[in-house]
């Protein structure tokens, strides 16, 4: 059974920095894809920023510059360095995971998800 468990969400004023923790279990190796998503309030989910099963990445073009997605494969554990945090980032940040996915940004491609863990940012 996979799980998915975030943390390290919080409150920040605007140009703060954060850092989200997924810790993933379930998976016998760490050859999987996984990614980080967000929703805010009457807004769909979106992709932020994933990792694939080789280790290429790829971000939203809203975040490129300011976040940063790591995995650390002894931990099982995703990590998402958010700096320079801007008042629209705010929203519920999910991890997600999955064997195979051919767009890694696309929230219908993962079948597994936490719970999420929120961030909120104050101009």
């Known amino acids: 059974q996979v799980q998915l468990v975030e943390s390290g969400g919080g409150s920040v004023q605007a140009g703060g920095s954060l850092r989200l923790s997924c810790a993933v279990s379930?998976?016998?190796?760490?050859?999987?894809?996984v990614g980080w998503f967000r929703q805010a309030p009457g807004k769909e989910r979106e992709g932020v920023a994933a990792i694939n099963r080789d280790g290429s990445t790829r971000y939203a073009d809203s975040v490129k510059g300011r976040f940063t997605i790591s995995k650390d494969n002894a931990k099982n554990t995703l990590y998402l360095q958010m700096n320079s945090l801007k008042p629209e980032d705010t929203a519920r940040y999910y991890c997600a995971a999955d064997i195979w996915v051919d767009a890694l940004l696309d929230r219908y491609e993962y079948n597994y998800w936490g719970q999420g863990t929120q961030v909120t940012v104050s101009s």
């Open positions: 379930g998976y016998t190796d760490s050859k999987y894809c």
